[in-house]
Structure formats: C-alpha cells, structure tokens
C-alpha cells in the first residue's frame, strides 16, 4: 500500500486540511494500491495564495530562466521514466510493454518541445510605432484525465511554464501516482515556491471550486464533455480564461484505392490501443461498401489475435478498462448496440474467458452500423469499433462530419489529391493523413463539442498569455 496523503504547495509536501482520503485501485486485479488525499476549500485556497503571490515575479522573468527550469525538469523526467512507466501499469492497467513509449516517452518530448518553442515564439513585436507584447495570464489551474496521466499533465505543465504562468495540478483521482511523481520532479528541479502546485481530490469538489475561484486566471481542462461543459460555465463568473480539450468520436475513413490488408490491422490499433480509452481513438472506421467483406474478415482475424492479458504481461497488448464505472458504461454501450440493430462481428458483452477478476473487456467490432446509432454518435471510451460502409466520397465526407464532436480525423488512400479533399472537408481540429503521425510543434484540439483552444507547440503555450498592444511605444519626438 503506498501512501500519498500530502498535497505539494508552495514548495513543500503538507498535510491536506480535510484528512480524507481516496483509494486508488488497480484495475487488474481491483484490489486498493495506494491512498492519495482528498483535498478540501483550503487546501484549493493555499494552493491559489501560493501561486498568486508569484504571479507578477514569474511573468516578469527572462524567457532564458524559463527554459532553464524547463531543461531541468526534462531531464529529471527522463530520469524517472521507469518509475513514471511502473506507477501507470498500475493505476491505469496499461500494458508495461507498451506505457513507456505511448505513454511517458511523449510526456517528455512535450517539455523539450516547449524548450524550442520558447526561441521561436514572438513574445514581442513591433507593429509601426507599437509594441505588441504576449504576457503570462496569471495563476493557472491545470485539470487532467485518467486516461494518459503522464502526457497529459506534460503537455499542460511544459506550456504554462514556458509562458510564465504559476500552475496548480489538479490530476485525475483514479490515475494519480504519475502526477505525484511529476510533483517529485519538479520539487528535485528546485524551481521557486508557488511556481508549482498539486491538489489531488475529488473532480466535482477541489475541480469546481478551482473554476469558480476569482483568483484564478486560467483553466486548462482535459475530460468528459460533460464535465468541460460545467467548468466553462463556472468560469463565467469572472470571465476567467479557458480551454478544454474534450470528447470525440474519430472517423478512419479508408478510401476505395487502398490496399485493406495493409490497413486492417491499422485500423484495429486506432481504436483498441489503451484499451479504446483515447479521445482520439477512430472508433468510426468508415468502408467502400464493395471492400466490406473482405475487411470484416481481416478486421475479425486481427482482433482475435490481441493479446489480452495482465498488463504486467510483457506480451500484453490490452489491458483492462480504468474502473468497474467505465466497464459498466462499455457494457451499456454494447447492449445498447444490438438493441439497435448492429451486428458483433466478434467480441461482445461480459469478461474475457480467464479475465474473470479486473475491468476487461472483450475487444468487440461492430458492424451493419448506422451513424444515427448511439454507438455511432456518443463517446464510449473503451475497445469497441464501429465499422460504417459508404459508397462515395461525398457520402463518407458526410457521415464523418456527422457527429456534434471533432477532434481527430483519419484518411488512408494512394490517390494524394483525393486524400487532400478527404482531410479539407473533415471538421476536425486534426486529420492524420496515411498513417503519418503528428508532430508536437502542430496544434492539437478540436472543433465543436471537441472542445475549445489548442495544445502543443506554440500553440499551447499561446492558450497561457494575453495580448498586450503598447501605441507610441517606438514614437520619437
């Protein structure tokens, strides 16, 4: 049992004001691993105070100074990635063969990406007689999911930092050991009192007095539409800045001119890696309605052959679901499935056969799919694929715009112009193009209930400053 009862404020470990605290419970086993506390209204209060007492000292400081504390902290980071890659296999259940690339290693890359970025964003410029500055908005609140607790908290961190902002972590309760850990390496990185803060609690607790605090200047949120929808509503009250990162349902749309064997298998590892738990997952693969059957088949082999196992496994390619909340939302969303009228093409309801104890879950494939079908058209966050035939371009373009989310889109074909097409129609805040991964220098985010703002890059650093336009600044007289 590993105790983590202290929240880390103004540069030291305390005691949480409330004594409560939070079982964290691995989802392989469902047996209690660790306790972290369950923050109160003062320890969100100390945490504020903290932070804002260094606010003019930091927004003031030299962009060198900062990429220095960013350097230091990368490189504790690499230091502690098998601590990072251990502490996620056991409170997420991701398979230890797979955490430390997909999901530590890019926590990494985003602080040296912030490093770059630092030299190559204009924090002022000149515009005729004046001066435009980008300054730092101020004590910032930094939200995180579940669901990648390390790249996550990263990204978020390695912006604010970088734009001079004062931060509080507030991480997710179900996936927290990463965070407490990137605590530790910021506290090893001796970065000034107040620069950096973690609250751990409960999300409808210490999360909703964060956005409602006047204090605060900006809320940096990654999560459930849902709960985005209640921060930005609670950040009306002092018009506190925002951005959300939130839900999706990502469309993979295989065009007529590819080669389907070389792309079943990509289409599988889209939508099952981390068990289906990616807001990016493409959990909509859209089809030729004349390649149908020999992808179903391919499709049908490839997840049959998914090692699901224990993710202490190093065999392993899925594990379980993070909690019996989100095995039960899975169940639902499979039932509700065939209620409607989809057809399993392999998986189903129930656990896996010798999975008994912990949140598995069949890795299920739908097919014969409506797009006006909940499957279709709400977030499920767990390794069920939808397969959805079309029969032109223009029917594909449609179905994939058809959903109140965009964040991620995916478009396989050899004719470039077509793809082209594909990627410019698609209302998503990101389109990977054949497999081609996106760079951390691009923006990440998304259209409509997707969310609002961007991350990575220069981007994300931008979410954390304000504009500052000076007239007269280069006036001679």
Partial sequence: MLNYTKQFINGKWVESHSKRTIDIVDPSTEEVIAKIAAGDEKDVNYAIDSA??????????????????????????????????NAISMDLGSPISKTKAAQVEVGYKHFVTAIQMIDELKFKEQRGNALVIKEA?????????????????????????????PIILKPSEITPLASIILAEIIEEADIPNGYFNLVNGYGNEVGELFSKSKNVKMISFTGSTEAGAKIMKNAT?????????????????????????????????????????????????????????????????????????????????????????QFDKVQFYINKSIEEGAKILTGGTGKPKGLEKGYFIKPTVFIDVKNDMKIAQEEIFGPVMSIITYNTIDEAIEIANDTEYGLSSYVLGQNLDTVRKVAESIDSG????????????????????????????????????????????????
């Fill in 52 to 85: 804002k007492k260094v606010e003019n000292e930091f927004r003031k400081s030299s962009l060198y100074y900062r990429k220095q504390i960013l350097l230091k902290i990368s490189e504790i980071y690499k230091r502690r990635m098998e601590d990072l890659k």
């Fill in 137 to 165: 908005v101020g004590t910032s609140v930094l939200i995180t999911p579940w669901n990648y607790p390390a790249n996550q908290p990263a990204t978020k961190i390695a912006s604010s930092l970088a734009a001079g902002c």
């Fill in 237 to 325: 009250s002092n018009f506190k800045k925002i951005a959300l990162e939130m839900g999706g349902k990502s469309p993979l749309i295989i065009l007529d001119d590819q080669n389907i064997e070389e792309n079943a298998e990509l289409a599988v590892m889209k939508v099952m890696s981390n068990s289906g738990q990616i807001c990016t997952a493409a959990t909509r693969t859209l089809i030729p309605e004349n390649m149908k059957e020999d992808f179903f088949r391919l499709v049908k082999e490839k997840v049959e052959n998914l090692k699901l196992q224990l993710p202490s496994n190093t065999e392993s390619e899925i594990g379980p679901v993070v909690s019996q909340k």
């Fill in 430 to 477: 990101t389109v990977e193009t054949n497999n081609i991964s996106k760079s951390l220098t691009l923006p990440f985010g998304g259209y409509k209930s997707s969310g609002i703002g961007r991350e990575w890059g220069d981007f994300g650093i931008e979410e954390f400053l304000e504009v500052k336009a000076i007239s007269g600044y280069f006036t001679t007289h």
